[in-house]
């Protein structure tokens, strides 16, 4: 907190804050810390089958109400080193980036093109790209890639996998909670749709329907085999339930992007449009199929022009209207490296990269017909 309160001061000496009396400063945010302890027994194991791991995030978020500013800063990791190493750095980082965003600019409703970092990366996957990617909405034939198993779902350059055993994840699980030895495996590969995540029952489910042909869009003689690599039962948060039904999900997520570039790169990449640093209130919209979507831009982003970061972005000014084929599919360019990135509530760790679109439909919040 005294680093915080240091570099508020000299900021306040720097600018017309050191007018106020009362900046009405607000610094806020959260720890969650999970731990899980499992033990697995079944007529078919021929031994008890155990799996241990821990991990938190956090995140602060700082509030400058005279500036009608906010900044925000995240971590996540699995040892208490690691949590002794954020705690001096993220409340300065909030407070830093605030300070940044004071007296926002509110631009028009219009399409952008638009630079996403790694956190509206991380939720846009975790709200509408996970939820499809399983085989429980294809049988259910709810997934936006309904028809498209096999085929070019994102741009050539994408790549994106879970991996369990990552050694530089938050999340690490030897095994699912159904007992079976989780690893990496490949969801989208060079932009093509080649794994789906999966529990045992799902797998079957999928496996004897007289529809998955048409559902996976191939030749029933071409269809492969879904493995049960991701039967975990996890609770609110995440954490592992043993009253819990097995349910399909990821634990390390990671989005790479062939060819990247430096992020200053990816800006300078897109000349003219928007950086959006964070967003929140993201979900689908018209149903999951079709792949439409919505988010409110939160915090941490600026107007880009002549390839730099401008004028700082008004939060919550702004609302992303469009469709997982503009963000993915419209590549102008991505970042080389992926960044640690917390989606609230969710029970993935993102790893993603920053990515350009060529073109993003922004509304007004508060306009008429928003």
């Known amino acids: 907190m005294s680093a915080v309160t240091d570099e508020l001061k000299c900021a306040f000496s720097r600018n017309e804050v050191a007018k106020r009396p009362h900046p009405a400063l607000v610094l806020g945010g959260d720890v969650s810390i999970y731990r899980d302890r499992i033990a697995l027994a079944n007529s078919n194991f021929s031994d008890i089958r155990t799996d241990e791991s821990a991990h938190f995030s956090s995140s602060v978020t700082a509030l400058i109400e005279s500036l009608d500013a906010k900044g925000t800063a995240s971590a996540?990791?699995?040892?208490?080193?690691?949590?002794?190493?954020?705690?001096?750095?993220?409340?300065?980082?909030?407070?830093?980036?605030?300070?940044?965003?004071?007296?926002?600019?509110?631009?028009?409703?219009?399409?952008?093109?638009?630079?996403?970092?790694?956190?509206?990366?991380?939720?846009i996957i975790n709200y509408m790209i996970l939820g499809s990617l399983t085989t429980g909405a294809f049988h259910a034939a709810s997934s936006a890639y309904h028809g498209k198993f096999g085929a070019e779902v994102m741009d050539r350059r994408l790549s994106l996998w879970d991996d369990p055993v990552m050694r530089t994840g938050a999340v690490i699980r030897a095994i699912t909670c159904e007992g079976l030895p989780a690893k990496r495996f490949d969801l989208i590969r060079d932009g093509k749709l080649v794994g789906l995540m999966s529990n045992f029952y799902d797998s079957h489910r999928l496996a004897t329907d007289e529809e998955r042909a048409e559902k996976l869009g191939m030749l029933a003689e071409k269809i492969p085999t879904f493995p049960a690599l991701n039967g975990y039962r996890l609770g609110e948060?995440?954490?592992?339930?043993?009253?819990?039904?097995?349910?399909?999900?990821?634990?390390?997520?990671?989005?790479?992007?062939?060819?990247?570039?430096?992020?200053?790169?990816?800006?300078?990449?897109?000349?003219?449009?928007?950086?959006?640093?964070?967003?929140w209130y993201t979900y689908p919209i018209n149903g999951q199929r079709a792949?439409?979507?919505?988010?409110?831009?939160?915090?941490?982003?600026?107007?880009?022009?002549?390839?730099?970061?401008?004028?700082?972005?008004?939060?919550?000014?702004?609302?992303?209207?469009?469709?997982?084929?503009?963000?993915?599919?419209?590549?102008?360019?991505?970042?080389?490296?992926?960044?640690?990135?917390?989606?609230?509530?969710?029970?993935?760790?993102?790893?993603?990269?920053?990515?350009?679109?060529?073109?993003?439909?922004v509304a007004v919040v508060g306009a008429r017909g928003d």
Not at 81 to 109: F, N, Q, S, T
Not at 331 to 358: Q, Y
């Open 237 to 279: 948060g995440g954490g592992r339930r043993f009253d819990q039904s097995p349910g399909s999900s990821g634990t390390n997520i990671v989005m790479k992007a062939r060819d990247g570039i430096e992020d200053d790169a990816v800006i300078r990449k897109v000349r003219d449009g928007l950086y959006i640093g964070r967003v």
């Open 291 to 361: 792949g439409d979507f919505t988010c409110t831009v939160s915090g941490d982003s600026y107007v880009i022009r002549n390839g730099r970061l401008a004028e700082p972005i008004a939060p919550n000014a702004l609302r992303i209207n469009s469709n997982i084929e503009n963000v993915f599919r419209g590549l102008i360019a991505a970042g080389k490296r992926s960044h640690a990135a917390i989606v609230w509530g969710s029970s993935e760790s993102f790893h993603v990269p920053t990515i350009a679109c060529d073109g993003l439909t």
């Open 76 to 123: 996540v990791g699995r040892s208490v080193a690691d949590m002794r190493r954020v705690a001096a750095r993220l409340g300065r980082e909030a407070a830093g980036r605030a300070l940044r965003m004071h007296h926002g600019v509110r631009p028009e409703a219009k399409t952008y093109r638009v630079v996403l970092g790694p956190q509206p990366v991380a939720e």
